[in-house]
C-alpha cells in the first residue's frame, strides 16, 4: 500500500472534472479505510498481549497520524474542486469521519495503556474492549469494501454499506448490556472514569462509522 496518495488535478470540461475528482477520492477513501483497519487491528493484537504498555500502543499512534496526514491532503485536494460538484458535500464529511474514528480508537488504546500501567485493567474490560473493536472492525470493513467496488458495483456496494450501518446497533448493544459489569471492576473512581471513556469512545468511534456510511450511501444513490 502507497505511503501517500497522488492526485491527478483534475482538468478539462465538468464531465472529465468530475470523473478524475471521483477516481481520485475514491482512492483516498480505500487508502485511508484502509490504514483504519491496520490501526483497529493492531489495537486488538495488543488486547492479546499478557501485559500491556504505552511502548505497545506505538504502532496504534503511528497509523492515527498516517491518517491525519492522509486527511490533511484530502481536505487541500477537496477545497480545489469546483464548487458544485457532489464530492464536496459528501466526501469531505467521510474523510473527516474515518479521522474521527481513528482518533477515538488511539484515544481508548492510550487510556486502556494508562489503566495496564496501575494494573488496573481487569478480563472484563479487555473482553468487551475486545469485542467492540472487532464489532469496529467488521463496519469499516463492510464500508471499505463498499468503497472498493462502487465504481463498478453500485448495487453491490449499497449492499455492504447497509451491512456497516446495521453493525452499529451490534456495537450499540454489546456497549450498554456490558457496561456496568466492566464498570464493575474498576477498584477506584479515576479507573471506573478511564474505562468508562474506554468503551464510550468506541461506540462513539461505531456512531460516526455509520455516519460515514450514511454520507457515502447518498453518493452510491446517485449511480443505482
Known amino acids: 500500500m502507497p505511503e501517500e496518495m497522488d492526485y491527478i488535478e483534475p482538468e478539462g470540461s ?7 475528482a471521483e477516481i481520485n477520492l475514491i482512492e483516498t477513501l480505500t487508502h485511508m479505510s484502509n490504514l483504519l483497519l491496520d490501526e ?11 501485559v500491556v504498555n504505552m ?8 497509523l492515527k497520524e498516517k491518517i491525519e496526514e492522509q486527511k490533511e491532503r484530502a481536505m487541500e485536494y477537496l477545497v480545489r474542486l469546483p464548487a458544485g460538484l457532489i464530492m464536496k458535500d459528501t466526501f469531505g464529511p467521510l474523510i473527516l469521519g474515518l479521522t474521527n474514528v481513528s482518533q477515538y480508537v488511539d484515544g481508548s488504546m ?10 488496573e485493567v481487569g478480563e472484563k474490560l479487555c473482553k468487551v474492549t475486545k469485542r467492540l473493536l472487532s464489532l469496529l472492525y467488521d463496519q469499516i470493513d463492510s464500508l471499505n469494501k463498499a468503497i472498493k467496488v462502487v465504481q463498478r458495483d453500485p448495487f453491490r456496494a449499497l449492499k455492504m454499506i447497509n451491512e456497516s450501518i446495521r453493525l452499529e446497533d451490534e456495537v450499540d448493544r454489546e456497549y450498554r ?18 474505562t468508562w471513556e474506554i468503551l464510550g469512545n468506541l461506540e462513539d468511534a461505531s456512531d460516526i462509522a455509520k455516519d ?11 449511480k443505482v
Not at 15 to 20: C, E, F, G, K, Q
Open 212 to 222: 460515514a456510511a450514511e454520507y457515502f450511501k447518498y453518493f452510491v444513490l446517485h
Open 55 to 62: 511502548d505497545d500502543i506505538s504502532n496504534v499512534r503511528r
Open 110 to 119: 492510550y487510556r486502556l495503556a494508562l489503566l495496564a500501567e496501575k494494573g
Open 14 to 20: 465538468k464531465a472529465v472534472v468530475n470523473s478524475i
Open 177 to 194: 448490556s456490558n457496561l456496568y459489569d466492566v464498570l464493575s471492576e474498576s477498584s477506584v473512581p479515576a479507573s471506573a472514569i478511564l
Open 40 to 50: 483497529i487491528r493492531e489495537s486488538i493484537n495488543v488486547l492479546e498481549k499478557p
